[in-house]
């Protein structure tokens, strides 16, 4: 099983440097692996969620903390912001990924 930390704008931007679509990259990757399913993605912002899951028919969490410890995936991908990684990080460890 597997996650996403940071959904992300439902449609690309054009801000130099962004990874907005970077969410999205990760969940077409799993979707495309047949050993790996795609079960939660957590973002702060509900609308980013409800975009996510209308194209990959995950359960959205506003927080990766909760969907960490109610999904218990076995790969998380982090799509955040990098000053963000090292407490999903060890959140993520926390919870046994």
Known sequence: MSAIIGAGKPVATNHKGGGYQIG??????????PRVSLVA???IAPAHIDAFNEQFDTSGYTSYVDMLQQTRPDIVSICTYVGLHADIIEAAVAAGV
């Open 24 to 33: 999205y990259t990760h969940a077409r990757a799993y979707q495309h692996h």
């Open 41 to 43: 993605v957590a973002d």
